[in-house]
């Protein structure tokens, strides 16, 4: 086959690099053994096109803005999308740089929709945020061929009497992680001298990722050992707001941000977590919950579609209500106490995150791309 495959995202760009950035390399890297693929990505800082894991990567847009960098991509994909010669294209659909391929061309256009921000636009862009809506009411009332990556998400967009092609195919994980060692530890409190700390991994996006209400549970917690290591990357306005919110609850001295982080530094990042906490306020799936679990280590994370389905509640971590940062609060003193609770929990998620390996992931991705072409032709 020879796919084209659309997505704003890349696991180089210091202002994104997200799990869906993540997916789309894993998968099309397996892919790429088999099939030609090239991938039209948003460009930015240092960015270069050409062949990398054999896949051709072309860098479209403004670099040196961030949002000058999304709003060029959106408008310059249409051009590009008759430039290659492609049997199917893949869209990796964002409502905040929206393309519509399968407006623009005859070829049959598979969508991956990760997760829906529905009136959540509104929370986090106020006005502006009824063109994030609209482009999602649009996408779901034209989009035809989707692939969701989590059940919660598949129920969110399944209508009455659907006759569009809906699969659910979930992310994959990283088998290295899976050396970590897992063994039990003994409870986070009687650890401290050993730098064991609380973990978030993921995309500096406050709003998104709830890191406004991490930053003030942890300042809740009247244990002043204990420590919070944030590891991830987005825009500089971004990062400056984590830090004011540090800041104001004089956190600086325990809370540190490491920026992004290499695959081998993830895996150590990882290990020496005492847990991993997510308290995201929209998620498609949640990859950084089967990291952690791949890792052995439990998670909380809010009670939200995608995480309600990377993490088992009561098994592989714990689920609480969201935009509650007493709640949260609460989860995180119950496992930085409850050794036992703290390491059933991540033991069963290293078995639960075995079911995850991006060659199964890559080989139902591939039948779906092929079904799709069938039908068509």
Known sequence: MKILHVIYDDIENPWVGGGGASRALEINRLLAKKHSITMLTGNFPGAKSGRINGINFVRIGFEKHYFLSRLTFTLLIPFYLRKFDSELVVNDFSVFSPVFCHWFIRKPVIHTFYHSIGRQAFKKFWILGVFAFLFEKIFLATAQNIITISPSVTQQIVRKNDKRRIECIFTGVDSALFDVDPAPKRSFVTKRDKGEYIAFLGRLDI??????????????????????????????????????????????????????????????????????????????????AIEAAACGRAVIGTNIPGLQDSVIAGKTGLLIEPNNPEVLADAMRTLLHDENLCTSLGMNARSWAKSFTWDVIAEKQEAFYKEILTRNN
């Open 207 to 288: 709003y998104m990722k709830g890191l406004d209400v991490l930053i003030e549970s942890f300042h809740k917690l009247s244990d002043k050992a204990v420590t919070l290591k944030i590891a991830g990357s987005g825009p500089k306005k971004n990062r400056d707001k984590i830090e004011q919110l540090i800041n104001k609850y004089r956190l600086s001295s325990r809370v540190q941000l490491l920026g992004r982080i290499s695959d081998k530094e993830k895996k150590e990042f990882l290990q020496q977590a005492a847990f991993v906490v997510m308290p995201s306020r929209f998620e498609g799936w949640g990859i950084a």
